[in-house]
């Protein structure tokens, strides 16, 4: 069974971001919204389940199913898109009409992932 070429590119993008947990985690660590405990291993944690997701995309028998994680996944991540919006530190210097466009953009990834179920 072939894969289309788009989930390859989808997969490439999850494992590149789970291996930037382990680049840059103090990026990461600073956008965890404080109301979540121990976001050192909360990095470590979705850095690991990117990484997972996304090379079992490639493989044909486990590509629904790490198109489903993606969809929980992103999910789960959502609050860092509210924190980020509300508090200034959190921002990475982004402009607020940029973070306030990751909200959505966050359904259409969404999205994306879903048309693999």
Request: glycine letters at 4%; hydrophobic letters at 55%; one cysteine or more.
């Amino acid at each position: 069974m072939n894969l289309p070429w788009h989930l390859y590119l989808m997969a490439l993008i999850y494992t590149v971001a789970g291996f930037n947990h382990f680049r840059s985690p103090r990026l990461y660590k600073k956008i965890i919204p404080p109301y979540f405990p121990n976001p050192k291993l909360l990095n470590i944690l979705s850095g690991v389940a990117e990484i997972i997701l996304g090379i079992s995309l490639c493989i044909p028998m486990l590509s629904t199913y790490a198109a489903w994680g993606i969809i929980a996944l992103l999910i789960a991540v959502f609050p860092t898109h509210i924190y980020m919006y509300q508090d200034e530190k959190a921002r990475m210097g982004l402009p607020k009409w940029a973070l306030l466009l990751r909200m959505p953009m966050q359904l259409l990834l969404i999205y994306w992932a879903y048309l693999y179920t």
